[in-house]
């Protein structure tokens, strides 16, 4: 059984930084962990993925500059530094894990594993 355990959310001035971090744990092959939100009333969208043999990393124009996503191998963990944070960043962020493949995706539907989630809430 896989599970991933979030953990960093909270309330942050606009500008302010917050570090999250998800934990995995069970046995699987990850191929890529991912960091997503969602804010009410809109569709869940990814913030940054990394390709957990490469560490290569991928971001949307809305974040880039401003999050970064790493990983700790030995820790099965993956974290998202988030610096320069705007009331438009706050969300529910989740977790995500795709096992199935090597293939490169930035859709939900394409990560098998998510974690509880955790609220960032940015004030301006």
């Known amino acids: 059984q896989v599970q991933l355990v979030e953990s960093g959310g909270g309330l942050v001035q606009a500008g302010g930084s917050l570090r999250l971090s998800c934990a995995a744990s069970?046995?699987?092959?990850?191929?890529?962990m991912g960091w997503f939100r969602q804010a009410p009333g809109k569709d869940r969208e990814f913030v940054a993925i990394i390709k957990w043999s490469t560490s290569s990393t991928y971001y949307p124009d809305s974040v880039k500059g401003r999050f970064t996503i790493s990983r700790d191998k030995g820790k099965n963990t993956v974290y998202l530094q988030m610096n320069s944070l705007k009331p438009e960043d706050s969300a529910v962020y989740y977790c995500a894990l795709r096992v199935r493949n090597d293939l490169y995706t930035p859709f939900p539907s394409g990560y098998e594993y998510w974690g509880q989630g955790t609220q960032v809430t940015v004030s301006s």
């Open positions: 069970g046995r699987t092959v990850s191929r890529y």
